[in-house]
C-alpha cells in the first residue's frame, strides 16, 4: 500500500501547484473587482490551444510558447474588461455573472466550430524523473516548477512595484485609491488581463500533462470555484494552498477507492467549507 501511496502523494501535490495556478486568477479578479469571471474555464481551453497551436504548427517549445500564450491572455483580458466588464462593474453581480457567461459561451461556440471536440495533446516529453523511491513525468515536474515560479513572480510583482501597489491600492478602496490620483479604470483593466493571463499560462501548463479539448477548461473552472472556496475567495496565496488540497484528494482517494468518488468527495468538501467556514480555510482579505 505505501508504494502505491507515496508516488500518489507525489503526483497530487505536483498537479496541486496547478491548480492552485488554475484558480489564481479567478480569485485575483474577484479580489481587486469583486467579479466572478464565467470565462475563466474557456480562457484556460484557449491557453491549451495556444501551446499546442504553436508546438505543432512551428515547433517553439511548449515551455517557451507559455510566454507567448501569456502575452495572448494578458491582450484578450484587457479587451473583455473593456468590452464585457466595465460598463457593468458597478451594477449587480447577477449583470456582471451573464456578461462574462456570454464571453463564456462565444468561446465555446467559435471554438467547437474550428477545433472541434476532438481530444488534442501537446506530444512533447522530458522523460521520467526519480525522486528516491517515486518515479514520476518529467512534465509534470517541470509544469509544477513553472507554477511555482509564476505564483512567485505574481507575488512580487503584486508586493514591490509601483503598479502592484496600485493594483492592491484599487483592491482594498478604489475611491481613495482614484483621489490619490490612481487612474481606476486602467488598473483594473490591467488586473483583469493579469486573470485571463493567469488562466491562460495554467492551461498552456495543463496542455503538457494530459489529453484536452475545447470543453477542457470547464471541468478546471469547476476545480477553480472549490480550491478558491477552501484558500478562501480573493486570497490568491490561499488559491496555491487550496490547489494542493485538491491534488491531494486527486492524488490519495485513487489508492483506497474507485476515482468516480474524486469529484464526490471534492464537491462534499466544497459544501462543507461553504457551510463551516464560508471565508475559506485561510480567509480572506476583507
Not at 269 to 281: A, K, N, S, T
Amino acid at each position: 500500500m505505501l508504494d502505491m501511496l507515496l508516488p500518489s502523494i507525489v503526483d497530487g501535490l505536483l498537479i496541486g501547484v496547478v491548480y492552485g495556478l488554475v484558480a489564481m486568477g479567478l480569485t485575483l479578479i474577484f479580489g481587486i473587482m469583486n467579479v466572478i469571471n464565467l470565462a475563466h474555464g474557456p480562457i484556460i481551453a484557449l491557453g491549451m490551444f495556444g501551446v499546442y497551436l504553436l508546438f505543432t504548427n512551428t515547433g517553439v517549445n511548449p515551455y517557451l510558447g507559455l510566454l507567448i500564450v501569456a502575452g495572448g491572455g494578458l491582450i484578450f483580458g484587457v479587451i473583455m474588461y473593456f468590452v464585457a466588464v466595465h460598463r457593468v462593474l458597478n451594477a449587480p453581480h447577477l449583470a456582471s455573472l451573464l456578461s462574462t457567461f456570454a464571453v463564456n459561451m462565444i468561446i465555446i461556440g467559435a471554438g467547437t466550430v474550428v477545433f472541434s471536440t476532438n481530444f488534442r495533446n501537446v506530444d512533447f516529453s522530458l522523460g521520467a524523473v526519480t525522486f528516491g523511491p517515486v518515479t514520476t513525468t518529467g512534465a509534470r515536474v517541470a509544469a509544477a516548477v513553472v507554477a511555482l515560479l509564476v505564483t512567485a513572480a505574481l507575488y512580487l510583482f503584486l508586493r514591490r512595484t509601483r503598479l502592484g501597489k496600485n493594483i492592491r491600492a484599487v483592491a482594498n478602496n478604489r475611491k481613495s485609491a482614484e483621489l490619490m490620483g490612481i487612474p481606476s479604470s486602467r488598473v483594473l483593466a490591467i488586473s483583469f488581463g493579469i486573470g485571463a493571463m493567469l488562466a491562460a499560462v495554467s492551461g498552456g501548463l495543463l496542455a503538457t500533462i494530459q489529453p484536452f479539448t475545447i470543453l477542457s477548461g470547464g471541468v478546471y473552472e469547476l476545480k477553480s470555484f472549490v480550491i478558491v472556496v477552501l484558500g478562501g475567495l480573493g486570497n490568491p496565496v490561499g488559491a496555491l494552498a487550496g490547489g494542493l488540497i485538491l491534488g491531494l484528494i486527486e492524488g490519495i482517494v485513487p489508492v483506497f477507492m474507485k476515482t468516480t468518488w474524486v469529484p464526490v468527495l471534492e464537491f462534499a468538501l466544497f459544501v462543507l467549507i461553504l457551510l463551516v467556514r464560508p471565508q475559506g480555510l485561510f480567509g480572506a482579505r476583507q
